[in-house]
């Protein structure tokens, strides 16, 4: 069954340093999502993408946040000097053709900033 | 700004018991996901809802979406500790945002 996967799977890094999460979205779907849950919080959505650009961004999602699908599988989300509160896990989404279809979500990236 | 406020946070229930979980959004929805999230996963799609008044039934569990696309609930019958996990439930904007509920987190004792 197609799934959604996320690398790594763990990323620890130095507060200020930029990180990069990369995500390879299920093969024939058009629609890929960023989402983040801080610990024992609710998911929150940071940005929704489609058609090379970004359809819909949060208020997370400042100057500090982008994504980019560099080739045809790849969908990356980066954060340019990350700040402690960045410490979070970072789940991939993506659905196959409408937006609010069924979204399939990747294991997720626990991100750790010390 | 538009938010999707759900009750209860926890939920501590007998196996066989029922359970219910609700959403509701400041302001009226596109439609909802309901999404179930196993402690250390990721959340799982459940179902959508589009319709005003809509319902859905997934063998125990029943899904609504009220008239007015401002609230949902999720109600499971007969709760098994297979259900476990935190519930949650998302809105989907006019303008095309989505909005998570803080979830639900259910408990079941053998």
């Known amino acids: 069954e197609p799934e959604v996967t996320q690398t790594p799977s763990h990323q620890v890094t130095q507060m200020g340093q930029e990180v990069i999460l990369r995500c390879v979205p299920i093969s024939n779907h058009l629609y890929f999502y960023w989402y983040r849950q801080i610990l024992g919080q609710k998911v929150e959505f940071l940005v929704s993408f489609y058609n090379n650009e970004i359809s819909e961004k949060s208020e997370i999602f400042d100057d500090q946040f982008s994504v980019e699908r560099p080739d045809g599988s790849n969908f990356t989300l980066k954060i340019r000097s990350t700040k402690l509160e960045d410490s979070a896990m970072y789940f991939c989404?993506?659905?196959?053709?409408?937006?609010?279809?069924?979204?399939?979500f990747g294991p997720g990236t626990r991100l750790t900033v010390l | 700004g538009q938010q999707v406020m759900q009750i209860p946070q926890y939920q501590h229930v007998q196996e066989g018991e029922d359970f219910t979980t609700y959403c509701n959004s400041s302001t009226t929805l596109s439609n909802i996901q309901w999404y179930k999230q196993r402690p250390g996963g990721h959340p799982v799609f459940l179902i959508q809802l589009v319709k005003s008044g809509e319902v859905k039934k997934q063998k125990r569990l029943t899904f609504q979406f009220g008239e007015a696309k401002k609230n949902s609930s999720l109600h499971i019958t007969a709760t098994q500790t297979t259900d476990v996990g935190t519930y949650f439930c998302e809105g989907g904007s006019t303008l095309g945002r989505l909005y998570f509920g803080r979830g639900t987190q259910l408990t079941v004792w053998p």
């Open positions: 989404a993506s659905t196959l053709v409408l937006p609010y279809n069924e979204q399939f």
